[in-house]
């Protein structure tokens, strides 16, 4: 059964880079589309993009440049950085599995447990 | 932009049919799918593309699509669906993941 771990820093200063890694364990990064959704506190879920295990991405526009994926089959991880946060970039980030063909990148499951990252100085 | 809209609050009492209405703003070819959300959990997918019930998932659980606006429909409402649910309804010229605001359901 595959599971999905995020890890990172819990708090990050204001104008620096957040840097998540996700660690995929009980099964393999390769065939799949790959996820990173986040929730600001009492908010709803914002999509933030997704990459296909051979490298190719797609952000959401309203992230403005700032997020940038990449997966490393090897290991079995994916990272996530999101440059020059603020405030508003307080959330639980998660990321999530999309499906094996093209027709089903967003289809998400399984989830990892989410990590909670605030941004403060 | 591309927008997904569903009600921010739906109530039902138990062993009735509570239905939660999404609605795109522009027709799209991708897939829908709805996720619940408890209380300091992480989502879970209880649609897939468009009516599909996962693995898992109880039979009262459906889903339906007519044009832009996707429906899921939770039959005979139990006190542990009391949670928030989320569409998702990519927008197919771009392929950008869209998810609905969230509909709190209250199982009064």
């Known amino acids: 059964q595959v599971q999905l771990q995020e890890s990172g820093p819990g708090l990050v200063k204001p104008s620096e880079t957040l840097s998540l890694t996700c660690t995929v364990s009980?099964?393999?990064?390769?065939?799949?589309?790959w996820s990173w959704i986040r929730q600001s506190p009492g908010k709803g879920l914002e999509w933030i993009g997704y990459?296909?295990?051979?490298?190719?991405?797609n952000y959401n526009p309203s992230l403005r440049g700032r997020v940038s994926l990449s997966v490393d089959t090897s290991t079995n991880k994916l990272s996530l950085n999101l440059r020059s946060v603020s405030a508003a970039d307080t959330a639980v980030y998660y990321c999530?599995?999309?499906?094996?063909?093209?027709?089903?990148?967003?289809?998400?499951?399984?989830w990892g447990q989410g990590t909670l990252v605030s941004v403060s100085s | 932009s591309y927008e997904v809209t569903q009600p921010p609050s739906v109530s039902v009492s138990p062993g009735e049919t509570a239905r939660i209405l999404c609605s795109a703003d522009?027709?799209?070819?991708?897939?829908a799918y709805w996720y619940q959300q408890k209380p300091g959990q992480a989502p879970v997918m209880v649609i897939s593309?468009?009516?599909a019930r996962p693995s898992g998932i109880p039979e009262r659980f459906s889903g339906s699509r007519s044009g832009t606006t996707v429906t899921l429909t939770i039959s005979g409402v139990q006190a542990e669906d009391e949670a928030d649910y989320y569409c998702?309804?990519?927008?197919?010229?771009?392929?950008?993941?869209?998810f609905g605001g969230g509909t709190k359901l209250t199982v009064l």
């Open positions: 990459i296909h295990y051979r490298g190719s991405t």
């Open positions: 593309q468009d009516t």
């Open positions: 009980g099964g393999t990064i390769s065939g799949y589309y």
């Open positions: 522009a027709f799209t070819k991708e897939y």
């Open positions: 998702q309804l990519p927008d197919s010229d771009t392929y950008h993941v869209v």
């Open positions: 999530a599995r999309g499906g094996d063909l093209a027709a089903l990148y967003s289809c998400f499951g399984p």
